[in-house]
């Protein structure tokens, strides 16, 4: 018998269930009284044993059919099972027999936010809190009916409240983060978790929530120490050292980037993710060797990890092992079909391989799926482009441009094309598309077409937005 799930129990706990577990498979009946039976059941319901614990409370209705705390326990059973209507029903009736009852109202709580109900749960969460007991769960409670309510700032209140009651509250610590990254008030953040791991330095994941502050504000120095504090009271924090890792990403230090992920790697089960992320670390250095033999070991933990097939196949093209690459894409697309990533890869490999008549192919069987993939549309616009198929490039970046993200991408391409087919108007409005976006706008579309920059009537337009942004920064 596996006794793992006593590991957290005293022996007198350990003893009563199996005690019962040994009447249930005799088929017999023995009497225990109410508070042993409670604690069967709680047993079952905390360590999440469905059948178990429906077991347990049936006995238990048997033995002691009018009490109030079994029922209760019927009500735990029937959340268990999210039959939320039953339950409510039932509390309703224990709430007439035991009005103050702190349980049941905690528990019809419980039920109307299941219900998708926020301010009747928030109501009975106040009425439990009137005895002051365990106020650190139902402020934390509180709080995330209000986030369902998109009232962020009582929710960070209430957050608030149950962490100065239970500093060790993991939950309220992430979402009242999170409550601050969604209102953008990264000062508050920083603010408010700087204080809180001085009050209580050994909160591992107090450090961990500054670091993700930082972060956010790109401050990745102090976010690499926070991270690093977060690790040394909790060598284990597998999400500790993930986030280290990209700190040192943004900081260009790859070499202690790989370390934190190597870190992370013998702190989780999910091996194949971290080696996965090593491997992206090397291809984006265009270390294509050594990033192969990261995705190998990924794949040797998870052989149906499509996404490290496919970057597989993007350092394998890259290396010009067009064979292995296709194969490996292949791979990819067989695990997600429909993947226009993926897809799209395949093309690409084709098109760096010559073999056009299967690129062709293969974007054709990409487009029906570009509607949300804009990195589709860029690379059948570059394929159009590279032989000098310019209307066809444009066809694809104008179906791709309403409500993009990559602005620039977009825009920079569409010059390009309308620069080598003479449509002027087209290019003056692509210009003026880029140099929405900032200087970095104007950087990135003459890097992609130096030629731009040597034509007098876009470089005329290029000269008045600078004038203009001098006037509005004087």
Not at 56 to 78: A, C, D, K, M, W
């Amino acid at each position: 018998m596996n006794t793992d799930r006593f590991k957290n129990y005293q022996e007198d706990v350990k003893q009563l269930v199996l005690d019962f577990e040994a009447m249930e498979r005799r088929g017999a009946s023995r009497y225990f009284d109410v508070d042993q039976l409670e604690t069967i059941i709680d047993f079952y319901l905390e360590t999440a044993d469905g059948d178990m614990l429906e077991k347990s409370v049936s006995y238990g209705e048997e033995l002691f059919p009018t009490s109030n705390e079994i029922r209760l326990r019927r009500v735990h059973l029937l959340c268990f099972k999210e039959r939320y209507k039953e339950a409510y029903n039932l509390l309703k009736q224990l709430e007439k027999i035991e009005p103050d009852d702190t349980d049941v109202l905690y528990a019809l709580g419980v039920v109307y936010s299941a219900l998708e109900q926020p301010r009747k749960a928030i109501q009975y969460y106040h009425k439990a809190a009137a005895d002051g007991y365990d106020l650190g769960t139902i402020y934390g409670n509180i709080a995330d009916e209000y986030v369902k309510m998109e009232q962020r700032a009582e929710a960070r209140s209430y957050y608030r409240k149950a962490l100065k009651t239970n500093p060790d509250d993991e939950h309220s610590l992430y979402e009242l983060a999170n409550c601050y990254e969604d209102d953008g008030l990264t000062d508050k953040w920083i603010n408010y978790y700087n204080r809180f791991v001085q009050e209580h330095p050994y909160s591992s994941v107090g450090w961990f929530c500054l670091g993700e502050g930082y972060m956010a504000e790109r401050l990745y120095e102090k976010a690499v120490d926070a991270y690093q504090y977060a690790i040394a009271v909790n060598s284990d924090f597998y999400f500790a050292y993930m986030q280290l890792s990209a700190c040192y990403q943004a900081l260009g230090d790859s070499a202690n980037a790989v370390a934190a992920l190597h870190d992370a790697a013998d702190h989780t089960q999910d091996k194949a993710f971290v080696y996965f992320r090593i491997g992206e670390t090397f291809r984006f250095q265009n270390n294509a060797v050594t990033a192969n033999t990261y995705y190998h070991k990924a794949l040797k933990e998870d052989p149906y990890y499509a996404e490290a097939w496919s970057s597989m196949s993007i350092c394998y093209s890259y290396l010009r092992e067009y064979a292995t690459a296709i194969e490996a894409a292949k791979k990819a697309l067989k695990i997600d079909p429909e993947s226009p990533m993926y897809l799209t890869t395949l093309a690409m490999i084709y098109a760096d391989s010559g073999d056009y008549q299967n690129a062709n192919r293969m974007f054709e069987r990409a487009i029906p799926y570009y509607s949300d993939f804009e990195q589709g549309w860029l690379a059948l616009a570059d394929y159009n482009i590279m032989f000098q198929n310019y209307d066809e490039a444009v066809d694809c970046l104008t179906r791709g441009l309403p409500d993009c993200e990559l602005v620039v991408e977009f825009n920079k391409r569409l010059a390009l094309c309308y620069l080598c087919t003479g449509k002027r108007n087209m290019l003056f409005n692509a210009v003026r598309a880029c140099l929405c976006e900032g200087e970095e706008g104007l950087r990135e579309m003459l890097e992609y077409c130096p030629a731009l920059g040597e034509d007098l009537e876009v470089m005329d337009i290029i000269t008045s937005y600078r004038q203009e942004n001098r006037q509005d920064r004087q």
